[in-house]
């Protein structure tokens, strides 16, 4: 699910028309990754899904999205619980987004980092269902932060033990990874500038500016403005 939606199956199946069913798509996002983890509410997945349908014919519709979820992966992960509880089977998929998570949990940086491909879904839209959207922004914005972060405490790891060339190069991935954040690139600027890359610091000032203005019309702060004149005219930075 990260930088790409891709589906495997070990069972017999045609795992690629799981692609053609964006709802089917929808629900088994959000019952492997929603938060708290584990089994959901009936009533949440119809609220996401049907918000303008009552009750009755939502919690139809459900049942049916469930079972074409099951005809889908040829395979029973679907895990009821009882008449109000829904979830997917423990173990019965590997997702990528779930690895990811867990390995930055565990402190295992570079292997998240390996994961994090992109954005979670990217360009996945669900017509008609506005509440589900607003949580798979809010969940894309929530692994993007998770990689930058972890990106950066790796980056700081690599200077401490004086791998230099790795520091820089994750430097730069972490700007890429945040580029609308002026804190982040700042810190990323001045990283590459005391690394001796003050060609790579400017670099990504300016993929930042340009790409600011693109999307947004405007530039950058004076702050970030001053740094990267300090930058260019060899100043000693801050530690």
Known sequence: MLG???????????????????????????????????????DRLVGLFWPE???EHARASLRRLLHRLRQTVQQDIVDVRGSEFIGVVPGSVWCDALAFDQAVTEDRLRAALE??????????YLAQADEFEKWLEAERAYYRNRAVNA??????????????????????????????????????????ARLGDRAGAIEVFTRFADGLWKELEIHPSRETLALADAIRSGATLPA
């Not at 069972?11 to 089994?39: F, I, M, N, T």
């Not at 200077?159 to 609308?180: F, H, K």
Request: hydrophobic share 45%.
């Open 151 to 192: 990106a950066w405490d790796l980056v700081q790891r690599y200077v401490a033990d004086a791998e230099l060339t790795n520091a820089g190069q994750l430097a730069r991935l972490v700007a890429r990874l945040s580029p609308t954040d002026e804190r982040m690139l700042r810190r990323v600027m001045s990283m590459l």
């Open 115 to 124: 994961l994090y491909q992109g954005d979670l879904l990217p360009g996945f």
């Open 53 to 55: 349908v009552d009750q």
């Open 4 to 42: 790409s939606f891709q589906v495997e199956q070990s069972a017999a199946g045609d795992a690629d028309e799981l692609l053609a069913q964006p709802k089917v798509v929808a629900l088994l996002s959000y019952l492997l990754l929603a938060r708290p983890r584990g089994v959901h509410q009936r």
